[in-house]
Structures are given as C-alpha cells and as structure tokens.
C-alpha cells in the first residue's frame, strides 16, 4: 500500500476512496440494506405486529412511506460509518507512506452524495421484493443473487434498468476519469447522468408505488 500510494501521490486519497468504495458500492452497499429490509419486515410480523400497525387510523400507503423513511435513514447510516472507517485507514496508510496530500473533502462529499442518491432506487427496489415475499429466505436470495450479478449487468446495455449497479457505475466512472478533481469528475459524468437519472426516477416511482399499495394487503385480507 505505502508504494502503491507513494507512486500515485497526487491523487492518494481519491485512488484508496474508489478502491476502497468499489466493493462496498457494488455488493456491501446493497447487500447490508437487504438485510436491513428484512429484519425491519420481520420485526414487524413478530407478536402481530403488523396487524396492530394496520389498526392505526393511518392510512397504510402512508406508514410504508414512513418504513422506507427509516431505511433511507439507515442507508445514510451506512455510508457514514464506511466513510468514517476509510478516513481513519485513509489516514493511517497514508502516515504510513509519508504522503503529504490534503484531504479532499469536497471530492469525497460529492461521490458519497452521488452514491446514496444511485442507491435509492435499489434501496426502493429491495425494500419491494421483501414488501411483495413472505418468506425473508427467499427475499434475501433473490436479493443476494441480483447483487452478485450487479458487477456483470454494469458492463452491458442492461444496467441502466438494473438499479443493483447503479451506485457501483458511479464509483466506476469516477475511477476511469483517472483520479480527477471535483469538477473533472462532475464534468466527465455530465452526460452519463443524463441517462441515468432520468431511468433512476422511473425505477424509484413504479417500485414506490407498488410498495405504497401492496403493503400489509395481505393482512387487511
């Protein structure tokens, strides 16, 4: 790591973040809100509790929304302790190495925000399979195996409606503009995000909504 940073000196904090955020985007990332969704789901079905949830005087479409608030919660809780770990590694390698580089801050403000905002549709996408399956063994599975195929969707055509890569392909780009300042970075993703965005949207609202309305439809039946 020391030689690897002292031969990459100028852009020491932004190569240890792609790298470092490559693996946790691609599969961490969604796999750790899997397992978020499903536990929130089952703690809800423990001792009824669904069914006295539903018995509020609060319409149910409104108490999904307030769940999916709670899991963006814990999405921003995630990637502020991956962000805090690396600075603490980041800091010490660097020590390490005798690397005198100032911390980027804005560069790695920018791709966490664009992160955390590529993870939502995947978030919403999720949070849908473990609304829609009863059995959390087989929502974590289907969720497990989308995961593991983000990487391979990435590089083809498909990945553009295939939210598990979205915020791994924001860490990716990043890495191939070779380590560039913050408005390098922005510019260079200037034209990806116009397809992105606009298919990020739409994933988010139809899986939204089918999660608006297909929660605790079963138990009111």
Known sequence: MSTYLKDNAQHAWEAMFLQSAMLFAYYLLPLGMTVVCVLISQREKQNNGMLKMLALPVPRQKLAAAK???????LILEILIFVLSFLVAGAVAVHNAQVS???????????????FA??????????????????PVVSIGINLVLCIFGAIVSNTPLWIVYPYCYAGIIISRAARSGGDSLVETITHAHLFDAYLIPCAIVVFAITFIITLYSFGKKEME
């Open 68 to 74: 999916f608030l709670v899991l963006v919660y814990y």
């Open 101 to 115: 580089q100032a911390l980027p801050v804005g560069y790695l403000l920018s791709l966490s925000a664009r992160m």
């Open 118 to 135: 590529a993870m939502l549709p995947c978030l919403s996408f999720i949070w849908m399979i473990t609304v829609l399956l009863e059995k």
